[in-house]
């Protein structure tokens, strides 16, 4: 789970008829306010640290859209208001993680959206790829030795 240090790397974020992300390894403040006016943003908090346990992400959306993107584990809880727009937010969460930050969005869509999804990074993603691999040539292993057992034991000697 990302750490927290520091007092964000970045406070903010602007789009009006185009796009903006915060992505990578950044600093997520205590506070992070964000406009989209006809465009659109990716907030990623993935690899983010945060400067606090709990941080706020205010979007306000007007004929644009905010893509927010947490990790598993992290306590998520959106407030925002829609008015012929809304703020879409996953279910499923589970439990958070003990010990991860809570992120709580909030902010006003008109005309647009703001939406959180989950994903797990992509380290992690590769990771848990090799894994399935690994075990996948396991079970090969295993078959191929159970398939040349039972030819040696029907074998005449």
Known sequence: MPDRRGEGSSTGAFAVLS?????G??????????????GGGE???????????EVEINCVAIMGGVQVIVPPGVEVMVRGIGVMG????????GPPEPGAPRVVIGGFAFWGGVGVERKVTR???RRLKEQRRQERLERKGIRH???R??????EPD
């Open 19 to 23: 796009g903006f992300e915060r992505r």
């Open 25 to 38: 390894r950044w600093t997520v403040p205590k506070r992070f306010n964000c406009f989209a006016f006809m």
């Open 43 to 53: 907030i990623d908090l993935r690899e983010a640290d945060f400067a606090d346990r």
């Open 86 to 93: 809304g703020f879409e937010h996953p279910r499923d969460d």
């Open 123 to 125: 380290a992690e993603r």
């Open 145 to 147: 030795e159970l398939h």
């Open 149 to 154: 057992a039972r030819r040696e034991d029907r």
